[in-house]
C-alpha cells in the first residue's frame, strides 16, 4: 500500500508539470522492496530520474519527495 501510494503522488506530480505526459506504473514486475522513476524518452532510451533502492532505512528514505522527481525530469527534458 505504501509504494501505491507514493507512486499515485509521484504519478500525479509529473501529470501535472508536463502536458500529455503518458505515466505507467510497474509495466513490467518490480523489484521487491524498491521504488524507482524513470523517463523513457522517444527515441526509446531511458533515464533514471529517482532511486531508492540505496536508501533506507528509515523505509520512508526509499521514496521521493514528488517535486523532487518534477525537477529531475525538467532537467531530462531540457
Known amino acids: 500500500r505504501v509504494f501505491g501510494r507514493n507512486a499515485a503522488a509521484v504519478s500525479e506530480a509529473l501529470r501535472g508539470a508536463v502536458a500529455h505526459l503518458s505515466v505507467e506504473i510497474n509495466p513490467q514486475q518490480p523489484r521487491r522492496n524498491s521504488f524507482?522513476?524513470?523517463l523513457v524518452k522517444e527515441d526509446g532510451s531511458t533515464v533514471e530520474l529517482w532511486?531508492?533502492?540505496g536508501k533506507g532505512p528509515p523505509r520512508k528514505l526509499k521514496f521521493p519527495q514528488p517535486e523532487a522527481v518534477v525537477e529531475a525530469?525538467?532537467?531530462s527534458l531540457s
Open 36 to 38: 524507482e522513476v524513470s
Open 51 to 53: 532511486s531508492g533502492i
Open 73 to 75: 525530469l525538467k532537467s
